[in-house]
């Protein structure tokens, strides 16, 4: 067997044996509103303390991952600690104020059967209100499968989730599912958010999503913001939400709960 088959062989097993042994958790990324700074939301991310190799991230194991059935897995463990969070986060905020929680999808789930059951049921389980979550997907994912991830999304939609698309501006220059998908959220990624104080091309293209986003009425949320000049420009820009270590690392669940509860008192631990 060439060596590429076996270690994704041994991913495969290691994924598999590292969800019995819970191994893989949650942190959660605050996503500010720019206007006050109030946390109005979080981006799920994933983390692996494997047994052998320590702390691994996500981009060195989604992407593998990806390749495998076990993929499907991981996000469902994804979606279900989220609901989690957002169940035990619910019963202590007021009634009136709305939180949101973005888990990261891939391609294969949203070609795979059962998906949107699974969410629909995991809602259901965790007596969630379907807005609090919503599904984060790349625009590379959008317009390589568009009948079957179109399909799903819409369901996805009408059961009353979020849609946001991850990494905008960096997929492809195919626009084409802005008409047609009822997206919630366009994430602008954070090569253009993220140099937008120094670089003019960036600002051009911030405000030229920001102004796509008036019109489509979506919301436009800037990621990877690293510095306050950073954050003051995307804000001028028009830009409503940003998210970004500027902010906020990604927060165990017990420092995002402080962090929403009882407001930023600079304690937390960083996951
Ligand atoms: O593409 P996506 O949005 O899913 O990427 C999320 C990843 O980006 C996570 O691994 C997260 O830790 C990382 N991240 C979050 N904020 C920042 C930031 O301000 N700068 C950089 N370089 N990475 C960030
Ligand atoms: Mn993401």
């Known amino acids: 067997m060439p060596p590429d088959v076996i270690s994704q062989l041994k991913l495969e097993s290691d994924v598999l044996a590292g969800l019995e042994r819970n191994e893989f958790s949650m942190v959660y990324q605050p996503v500010v509103r720019l206007a006050d700074r109030a946390v109005t939301g979080v981006e799920a991310l994933m983390r692996w303390d494997h047994p052998v190799s320590g702390h691994i991230a996500p981009e060195r194991f989604i992407r593998l991952a990806e390749n495998m059935d076990s993929i499907g897995r991981l996000t ?9 969070m957002l169940q035990r986060l619910r019963t202590q905020l007021p009634q009136d104020k709305p939180f949101n929680a973005s888990v990261n999808i891939s391609g ?8 949107v059951d699974f969410v629909a049921f995991t809602l259901d389980r965790h007596a969630l209100a379907p807005d609090m979550l919503r599904l ?4 590379t994912v959008l317009v390589q499968e568009p009948d079957i991830s179109d399909q799903n999304l819409r369901r996805l939609r009408s059961l009353g989730c979020g849609i946001a698309v991850d ?42 999503l920001v102004g796509l986003g008036a ?41 995002l709960s402080a962090l929403v509860l009882h407001g930023d008192e600079s304690n937390q631990h960083v996951a």
């Open 108 to 115: 294969h789930d949203l070609c795979r059967d059962g998906f």
């Open 76 to 84: 469902e463990h994804a979606i279900a600690e989220t609901c989690g």
């Open 215 to 255: 019109e489509l009425g979506v919301e436009i949320i800037a990621e990877g913001l690293e510095t306050a000049d950073c954050a003051t420009t995307i804000a001028q820009l028009g830009c409503s939400f940003a998210q970004g270590y500027h902010f906020y690392k990604p927060l165990l669940e017990q420092d």
């Open 136 to 139: 984060e997907v790349t625009e």
């Open 167 to 208: 990494d905008f501006g960096t997929g492809y220059s195919n626009l084409a599912y802005l008409k047609t998908l009822p997206l919630t959220a366009l994430k602008i990624d954070r090569t253009f958010a993220g140099d937008a104080c120094s670089s003019a091309i960036s600002r051009s293209i911030i405000r030229m």
